[in-house]
């Protein structure tokens, strides 16, 4: 499938699936400073979005509905990332959902793979 061309007249919006983690929030935040209008998804509302997000509080299982509300929406970032203990499990499930998203947007998924914090700054496990 071809990644859909930008036109200057439409917005440009991404729907940020896991908003509440770490790396779902600092794309909210990346999109939104660079203009773009941010759909940021999340079983839980975040706590404070920027100018231009607004919260979608739909399950990722829930995919019509997601699309749906997602509806215009040309880049999904797939910032879903279960608990280690349960990646054999729920990886492939999850990004397989991501996936289908995007497809029936026509959007670009951006997927970052395998991604740990870690360091001095990060909270206990």
Request: proline share 8%.
């Given at each position: ?5 930008f036109?200057?007249?439409?917005p440009?919006?991404?729907l940020v ?14 999109f ?18 920027p ?7 739909i399950d990722?299982?829930d ?10 929406a040309?880049?999904v970032v797939?910032?879903?990332n279960?608990?280690y203990?349960?990646?054999d499990?729920?990886v492939?499930p ?5 996936m289908d998203?995007a ?9 970052p793979?395998n991604v740990?914090g870690?360091g001095a700054g990060?909270?206990?496990?």
């Amino acid at each position: 499938m071809n990644a859909p061309a930008f036109t200057s007249t439409e917005p440009r919006t991404a729907l940020v699936l896991g908003a509440n983690g770490r790396f779902g929030a600092a794309a909210v935040q990346a999109f939104a400073a660079s203009g773009w209008r941010v759909l940021a998804q999340a079983r839980r509302a975040p706590g404070r979005l920027p100018a231009g997000a607004r919260h979608i509080g739909i399950d990722l299982a829930d995919r019509e509905a997601l699309v749906d509300a997602a509806a215009g929406a040309r880049v999904v970032v797939h910032a879903v990332n279960p608990p280690y203990t349960r990646w054999d499990a729920e990886v492939l499930p999850l990004a397989r959902r991501g996936m289908d998203v995007a497809e029936r947007l026509g959007a670009r998924l951006l997927l970052p793979g395998n991604v740990y914090g870690y360091g001095a700054g990060m909270p206990a496990p």
